[in-house]
């Protein structure tokens, strides 16, 4: 160990190194507090014996400059002092010191002081070590902690690229949708393509639980629920023969029979409405599978609601689901939802509801220009009091046109 | 109503029991229970099933359990087998809620609570629990 020795006096300064010396201390010494710092910016000093009364800088003086300065390690002070009186050792004690030794220095109480300094100081020695070691420990959980938000960002990002545009024309449809996702990452998704020359096919679905593995399963589900991808394209693409399309029913129930190992542990599931419109007739066909039922509302104000049905996809090999079908007229919208909408709670826990919807919804019914979803957002922002939900929450709103 | 006969198998594992919920919870709705008694015939389901991994299995993993799910026009008829020793005689029969501070003990009355029906048989080195649920 370090040992520093100021002392104004030089035989004093003597006495206390070689008996430092003779107890295995390395020592420097130094004649006053000025010194003395200069001695601690030159080497390493763990333990400094100091005088009280010197010129240029007392000992006081010394323990003060020690406390205020960045040294990367503790610093044990003993004051060497002839002084006695309480109000003394409370002004050794308030500028820093750590003990005190009565002048002149008897070796036994020195000796025995030095112990005492040397346990505090490995004591301290190890609490910095624990310290530097939970520093850096912190620092790597940080940078692994920025890394994740970083790719869950990107994730994200990669997610809502997936979504078709907030508002597109799909000649005769015009669709618009919502997309607010209760973490970075969705479990909830939506889209619509062309199917081939007469069709437009659609889906929207929630997969159970948040987070990355939702919006992993997502992901393939999404990829899944493109008929023939090679021959289809979406909604902004060509409209290529999706041959053999089997109809709505019929291809979730292969799609899930498919992604279905009987008897296997399922991590996920999802709720789905999925169809099709027929670009000149109107008529939408959709299965639900554990969904949702979605609402019609009517050019007029009216709103109907499909009946609900279907088991959730990813549960069960082996389902057959029934398609429902609707007709669309001019003017007339069909609305895919994610139960996040109507499961939406205000601060009281009440939920926001399917009545609450259809008010929404019906309330700008007459307003084509500016969007359904737009409203409906701020009502549940209104409802909700926050801008981040606890739940997914999506819809997908397909019009057709008021001309064709 | 899109499946009217389900055979769901499980291992004694407690970690199943969630699964098997989302499964029994999605079929009751699908046979046109509303959703608090799908709840409720749910819970009934699943306590029986618990107290065969619990009680039957004493809590060993890997033992086979099976759900036999099956659906009519006018009710939901639920058949659990395991390979447990038999439980005690007239389990049954205890109808009555333990008091409230009491840890355990609530699964049967549960059980016979949420069900139209339930009966108990061995059958060879089986023990049978029939559940039924009108719709």
Known sequence: MNALIIDDAADTRLYVRALLEAWGYNTVDAADGLDGLERMREASIELVICDWMMPRMSGLEFCKAVRAAPFPHYVYLILLTSRSDKSDLLAGLSAGADDFLSKPVDAKLLRARLRVAERILTVQGLLADQNRTLRESRERLQQAYDQIQRDLASAARVQRQMLPPPDQLVSPFRAESLFLPAAQVSGDSFNYFQLNNELIGFYLFDVSGHGVQAALFSARLSASLLPTLASARTAAGTGAPAAGFPGPALFLSEVNTRWVEPDAEFDNYATIAYGTLDKQSGEAQIVLAGHPPPLILRHDGKIESLAAGGLPFGMFPDVDYEPQRVLLHPGDRLILYSDGVTECANRQGELFGIERMQCALAASAGDHRSGLTRELEAQLQQWGGTLDFEDDISVLVLERDSES | ?135
């Not at chain 2, 819970?43 to 004493?58: C, F, L, M």
């Not at chain 2, 086979?64 to 390979?83: K, L, N, Y």
């Open chain 2, 1 to 135: 109503m899109t499946t009217s006969a389900t055979l769901l198998t499980l291992e004694s594992d407690p970690t199943r029991l969630g699964d098997l919920q989302s499964r029994v919870d999605a079929l009751c709705r699908d046979a046109g229970l509303e959703a608090v008694a799908a709840n409720e015939f749910t819970t009934a389901i699943i306590e029986a099933v618990a107290n065969s991994i619990r009680h039957g299995y004493r809590g060993e993993p890997g033992h086979p359990i099976t759900v036999h799910w099956r659906c009519a026009q006018d009710r939901i008829d639920i058949e659990i087998r395991d390979r447990a020793p038999p439980p005690p005689a007239g389990f049954l029969d205890h109808r009555d809620m333990p008091p409230p501070a009491a840890e355990s003990g609530r699964g049967v009355a549960m059980i016979l609570a949420y069900t139209d029906a339930a009966s108990y048989a061995r059958i060879g080195a089986e023990n049978v629990l029939n559940l039924t649920r009108r719709l």
